[in-house]
Every structure is written in C-alpha cells, then in structure tokens.
C-alpha cells in the first residue's frame, strides 16, 4: 500500500503457497497448472455450475447447508435440488442417487454441488463416502463441485479427503478466508483434476479474478499460517467438547453433535421453540445464532452456533440460551 501497488494481481505465489499447504497438511500434490484464482468460493462455485449445467437445470445440495447454496444459483436460473442429510448429519446416499436418477431424467443435465466439511455441523466426510458419491456421479454423468473452504479446519480424530483425490473429474474450491478469518480480503481457488476438462470449459468462459490484497493475504496465510492454525485448531478442539458438556448440562432436551470439523455447531431444539428458535432466543435471550430455517430442509427448529470465540463468551451465550428454555 505504501509503494502504491493496489492494481490487479501480479506474481503473487498464491497458487503456489496453496499447492505446497495442500501437500504438507493433506499430501494431495496439486499442480498448480490446474488450478485457477478466482474471486470469491461463492462466485466461483455459481461459475462452475453455470458451466456444468443448462437454464433450468438442477443442482443437487445436502441441507441444511450453507444458505448462499440456494440463493445464487437460483437466481442463476437453476433448480436446487435437495437430497437431505440423515439425522446425524453425514451424507445420505440413497437420496442423492434419487435425486441424481430425477435431475437427470430425460438427459438434463445436472450438477452436485457438496459441502466437504460440512457448513453447518461440521461433517467431516470420510474416503469411502466420498467414492460412493464419485460412483454415482459417474453412473448419472452428474458434474460435481466440492466446496472445500472449511478444509484447514478439521479436528483431531478426523481427516480431510480432498474430493478431487476420489475423482480428478470434479472442481473443488479452496481459500485461506474461513480458517484464517480473511474474507474481508476476499480470494479463492478453483481446482481441477490433471487435465480437467471440467476446469478447460470453465477457463473458456470470462471470470475475475481475485483482488491483489486478497491473493497477497491468502498468500501469506497458507505460506505463514501454519503455526497460528495450529493453535486455533487447538482452541476449537477444547470449545467443541466445551460446548459438548455446556448442552448436556444446561440444555435439557437440545440435541448437538459434536463437530469434526468446521467451527459451526447445530443445535436443535425439537418444538420448544417454534420453528425459529433463533428469533426467540435473540429477542428473549439477547444472543445471536444463525436462523435454522435458512439452511433448508431440516433447519426448522434448529439454530447454528459459532464455536470461534473464548471459552468465557461460549458459557454466556448458553447460559442465555438456557433462559430462554421452557422449565422443565
Ligand atoms: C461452505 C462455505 N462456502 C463459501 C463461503 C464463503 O466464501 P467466499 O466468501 O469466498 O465467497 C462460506 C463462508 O462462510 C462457507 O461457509
């Protein structure tokens, strides 16, 4: 900033100090031919599936999940095709075939769009889940896109499968802004398989690129980064069993499963609440979680919490839930 350098980006290594994290912490060697800078993961998953899709055609999503997972494509003109999560959240393979076997009827095309971890919940999708997917896709010529922007932040006990490791014809969508806490300097990363034909199509087409103060953070972060994740990851790991024995004890009849990755638990709070506890418990409790039912099917009832905070903050914001609990 001081030498006036605020144009685009230059020869920031981003590409490079991703491909060399991506290799140290998960011993997946991405050649960074293959990988494309992009503005944002959203703006670059909205891309991806425009390409891989038709005007009207389905992309199939696992709720709850993320809610920009509905919004953007559907104003992109597609259809959001839901094959939910079982209860204890983890990938339900008979509906996504059901759902591949429909958005493909008559010869559609269609696209997956996977949250891998898992926003919200914090599923940690395991190598043999993760082939059954690429299996089906397979057998329904279904395009998929792996989110994969909550990858750094996996906890002891479970470990990331990058989706393109399973199937090098996928997209997946990397960056530096959720482990980090970068997304005001947005940046990310479109990566493909060794000649992706997936990322050729894509690179066929006009996109922007990322700002040059985003490329030069998230830059900094998977080259420089290690040790402060490190220590952040330890934090997380201490909140979720915090967390853990906060609901067991002091929210009676609140289910939550403790995540494996991620910093975004889910609780759930049957009909105590309404459909919306988040609105009860903002108004009545004064705190602030996310609205369940912006998650799509199987958020009603439920509301998100955001365990990246003091263990001090986590036990008053239960402890407001708490009030707001009917007696039991
Ligand atoms: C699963 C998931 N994808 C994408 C994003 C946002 O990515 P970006 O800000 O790079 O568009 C988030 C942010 O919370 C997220 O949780």
Redesign the pocket.
């Known amino acids: 900033m001081r030498d006036g350098d605020m144009g685009y980006p230059g020869s920031t290594p981003y590409v490079e100090s991703f491909a060399a994290f991506a290799a140290a912490r998960w011993g997946w060697r991405v050649d960074p031919a293959d990988v494309t800078p992009v503005q ?4 670059g998953y909205v891309d991806a599936l425009v390409e891989l899709t038709d005007l009207g055609g389905a992309v199939i999503v696992n709720p709850p999940v ?1 809610p ?1 997972f509905f919004s953007y494509l559907r104003q992109a003109g597609r259809e959001i095709a839901e094959a939910p999560l079982t209860a204890d959240l983890r990938l339900d393979l008979d509906a996504i075939e059901r759902a591949m076997q429909q958005a493909t009827t008559g010869g559609r095309r269609a696209a997956y769009l996977l ?1 891998n971890p898992h ?1 919200p919940g914090g599923t940690v999708h395991t190598r043999a889940e993760l082939e059954s997917v690429a299996a089906l896709a397979a057998r329904y010529g279904v395009g998929v896109v792996s ?1 994969e ?2 990858a750094p932040i996996v906890l002891e006990g479970s470990r990331f499968t990058p989706y393109l490791d399973v199937d090098p014809t996928g997209l997946a969508l990397h ?1 530096a ?2 482990a980090w806490n970068l ?1 005001a300097m ?1 940046a ?1 990363l479109l990566v493909g398989g060794p000649g992706s034909a997936a990322l050729a199509s894509f690179r066929a087409g006009k996109h922007h690129g990322p700002g040059h103060l985003g490329a030069i953070a998230q830059e900094a972060a998977y080259a420089h980064g290690g040790d402060w994740l490190d220590g952040m990851l330890a934090g997380l790991d201490r909140n979720r069993f915090l967390v853990r024995d906060l609901v067991a004890a002091h929210l009676p009849g609140v289910t939550h499963t403790v995540p494996e990755g991620t910093y975004l638990t889910w609780l759930g709070f049957g009909t105590m609440l309404g459909e919306d506890p988040a609105a009860v418990l903002l108004e009545k409790g004064r705190v602030a979680l996310n609205r369940g039912l912006d998650f799509g099917t199987g958020g009603e009832g439920h509301a998100r919490l955001n365990i990246a905070t003091s263990p001090a903050i986590l036990e008053e914001a239960v402890r407001r839930i708490a009030s707001v609990l009917p007696q039991q």
């Open positions: 944002s993961v959203i703006l993320y920009p949250c926003n989110d922007i909550h960056a802004s959720k997304a947005p990310a």
